[in-house]
T-cell receptor, first 116, second 113 residues
Framework: DTGVSQDPRHKITKRGQNVTFRCDPISEHNRLYWYRQTLGQGPEFLTYFQNEAQLEKSRLLSDRFSAERPKGSFSTLEIQRTEQGDSAMYLC??????????????FGSGTQLSVL | GNSVTQMEGPVTLSEEAFLTINCTYTATGYPSLFWYVQYPGEGLQLLLKATKADDKGSNKGFEATYRKETTSFHLEKGSVQVSDSAVYFCALLGYTGFQKLVFGTGTRLLVSP
């Protein structure tokens, strides 16, 4: 069990550029989540995949955001035309989804995005 | 909608002191309640949880009791260590069938020797 991996750890970009983050979940986990954490706040739910299907998207996820999970393995989160308000820590988490209250989330260390 | 309110930090304690971090929630129905911990440079980790009223979650000397009457889930530890220095997040999970957690803003704990 190597844990949830996220790449890159840090990303600095200029306003208007596109960025893409990658998340590699724990290998047998069928569920994958993206959360966003801004400075001084707790994480906020963005989206959720069950295998390759994106089943829930938060209203926080504007049209500039797109997430994919091809083949139900790794996931990418792309932000187009970045804005300064997109600066945040983007957290990925995975779980062996059972739908029960004892489902346990495992978080990655996050990708810190800074938009200049 | 669902929400979580935690006491602001930082909380600064000496080693072996008693810790309380307050957490209250607003939710429809009876959510599950969690405490997550984030050590410097690491990802969030589940510390403990409780799924119904009067349940007590415990782990690593930390405890929290699900109090429906006061809508609270306060985190306590009888004797903190320097290694407990971290950010602690209270969170709730409503009836979604998946882990759509609602987090509080986090409380930073600093323990000095």
């Amino acid at each position: 069990d190597t844990g949830v991996s996220q790449d890159p750890r840090h990303k600095i970009t200029k306003r208007g550029q596109n960025v893409t983050f990658r998340c590699d979940p724990i290998s047998e986990h069928n569920r994958l989540y993206w959360y966003r954490q801004t400075l001084g706040q707790g994480p906020e739910f963005l989206t959720y995949f069950q295998n390759e299907a994106q089943l829930e998207k938060s209203r926080l996820l504007s049209d500039r955001f797109s997430a994919e999970r091809p083949k139900g393995s790794f996931s990418t989160l792309e932000i187009q035309r970045t804005e300064q308000g997109d600066s945040a820590m983007y957290l990925c988490a995975s779980s062996l989804g059972t739908g029960a209250t004892n489902e346990k989330l495992f978080f990655g260390s996050g990708t810190q995005l800074s938009v200049l | 909608g669902n929400s979580v309110t935690q006491m602001e930090g930082p909380v600064t304690l000496s080693e072996e002191a008693f810790l309380t971090i307050n957490c209250t929630y607003t939710a429809t129905g009876y959510p599950s309640l969690f405490w997550y911990v984030q050590y410097p440079g690491e990802g969030l980790q589940l510390l403990l949880k409780a799924t119904k009223a009067d349940d007590k979650g415990s782990n690593k000397g930390f405890e929290a009791t699900y109090r429906k009457e006061t809508t609270s889930f306060h985190l306590e530890k009888g004797s903190v260590q320097v290694s407990d220095s971290a950010v602690y997040f209270c969170a709730l999970l409503g009836y979604t069938g998946f882990q759509k957690l609602v987090f509080g803003t986090g409380t930073r704990l600093l323990v000095s020797p």
